[in-house]
């Protein structure tokens, strides 16, 4: 569902439901100029509500197939409830109004038509339609603000988890180059060692055969 549907949906029902009250009580009015004044505040309703429905037309047909279609059914219904208004507010604006209104036998001031009620009740459930979609769509923001945060503390945490990791591998690595070098160090002492204690029995050796040669040549 469109946000901006849904929200030109419930200006819309709370001014229909305002103008049904407004067309109920012009019914009943006697004084010209007060009656003068609520009408002139009901056309600029109904002007309003025209406009209304062209911006709840022109968003329903910029979605997708599917919205579009439940959109453009809801809308119909929205057109034939602002047609009724246009009537209700034409026969309340004729001259002959008030003794239409009595031959009717519509003769307690304060009654209002069977018609009028029901489009006045259909509105305020339109209405509340309205406001629960909007109190649903306003708790799923919520729930998945939630879940974004709650994804990003994961996220931060599994960053801090990499970091350590990360910290911990710089550490081992260090410890492998040291160690490297204590084998390095290792390895050239042993290998001089080789070298000195090769060369101390070459000595020994050559000690062994002048000591050897010297005792043979004076027998």
Not at 79 to 107: C, V
Not at 123 to 146: A, C, F, G, P, Y
Not at 163 to 179: E, F, T
Request: net charge positive; charged share 30%.
């Amino acid at each position: 569902m469109s946000e901006v549907f849904e929200g030109y949906e419930r200006q819309y029902c709370e001014l229909s439901a305002n103008l049904t009250r407004k067309c109920n009580c012009a019914s009943v009015i006697h004084d010209s100029e007060q009656k003068k004044q609520q009408l002139s505040e009901i056309s600029s309703g109904i002007d309003e509500a025209d406009v209304l429905i062209r911006k709840m037309d022109l968003e329903a047909r910029s979605l997708q197939p599917g919205v579009k279609a439940t959109l453009l059914a809801k809308l119909r219904e929205y057109k034939a409830d602002l047609n009724k208004l246009k009537k209700e507010f034409k026969r309340i604006s004729s001259p002959n109004a008030h003794d239409e209104l009595l031959e009717s036998g519509m003769t307690d001031v304060h009654s209002v038509s069977a018609e009028q009620r029901d489009r006045l009740s259909m509105s305020v459930e339109r209405l509340n339609q309205s406001s629960d979609r909007i109190k649903e769509s306003r708790k799923t923001v919520l729930e998945t603000e939630e879940l974004g945060i709650s994804i990003l503390e994961d996220l931060h945490q599994q960053r801090q988890t990499l970091l350590h990791a990360h910290n911990k591998l710089y550490d081992v690595d260090s410890a492998i180059d040291k160690s490297k070098k204590v084998l390095t160090t290792m390895s050239r002492r042993i290998t001089k060692n080789k070298w000195i204690a090769g060369s101390v029995i070459v000595a020994l050796v050559l000690a062994i055969i002048l000591i050897l040669y010297y005792k043979i040549s004076h027998r």
